[in-house]
């Protein structure tokens, strides 16, 4: 007996299944991954000086330059970073999501996330792998008009940029993404 229903789930499962080898695929090499980050922070510089001075006074800077999200249905993302500290890349990581609702396309943004603390820093390093909400919080710091933030955001001790080369996004969040040391 046929049933609707169960079928309807089957195509973007199927799809989804198709896609989760994708990352091995995509696998970008430490130069490819640096240049990226390098690029990445750049552009958060131009969107706003006040973002690179916050950059700057980071205990470590994890950037994601390219993080591809896609869905039919049910969705994922991926993304490959390096953690720079201070300013020079010491490790690499993955970040990866899931979602699920209404969703169709492909979108690509960078991802920066500051450790302002120390504390915060080592507690990131020391993680066999840290998600977003449970492991730790990221607070999103917001842009007012005049380019400043919210006080309250840039005084968190770890912060995050999500934004694409149109400027900074606002409507997206970094909970429930897992973030995974990887050997580069």
């Known amino acids: 007996m046929f049933n609707s229903k169960r079928a309807g789930l089957m195509g973007p499962l199927l799809g989804l299944l198709l896609l989760l080898p994708a990352p091995l695929l995509w696998a970008d090499t430490r130069a490819v991954i640096d240049a990226g980050s390098a690029e990445a922070l750049l552009k ?10 916050l950059v700057d ?9 390219d993080v591809v999200k896609m869905g039919f249905g ?4 991926y993304g490959e970073g390096s953690l720079l500290v201070p300013g020079k890349p010491t490790s690499y990581f993955v970040t990866a999501g899931a979602s699920f609702g209404l969703q ?18 080592k507690k ?10 449970v492991d730790g919080s990221v607070a999103l710091v917001k842009l007012g008009a005049d380019g400043s933030f919210d006080s309250q955001t840039v005084g968190e001790s770890v912060v995050g940029f999500i934004f694409s080369n149109t400027g900074l996004m ?7 993404s897992k973030i995974t040391r990887i050997a580069r």
């Not at 006074?57 to 330059?65: Q, R, W, Y």
């Not at 049910?74 to 993302?77: C, R």
């Not at 990131?124 to 909400?133: D, H, P, R, T």
């Open 124 to 133: 990131f390093q020391n993680s066999a792998g840290w998600k977003v909400g």
């Open 170 to 176: 606002y409507n997206l969040t970094l909970e429930g």
């Open 44 to 53: 958060l510089r131009a969107h706003s000086t006040a973002a690179g001075e």
């Open 104 to 121: 169709v396309g492909v979108q690509t943004k960078a991802e920066v996330i500051l450790f302002m603390t120390d504390e915060a820093l």
């Open 57 to 65: 006074k980071a205990s470590g800077v994890l950037v994601f330059p």
């Open 74 to 77: 049910v969705g994922g993302e």
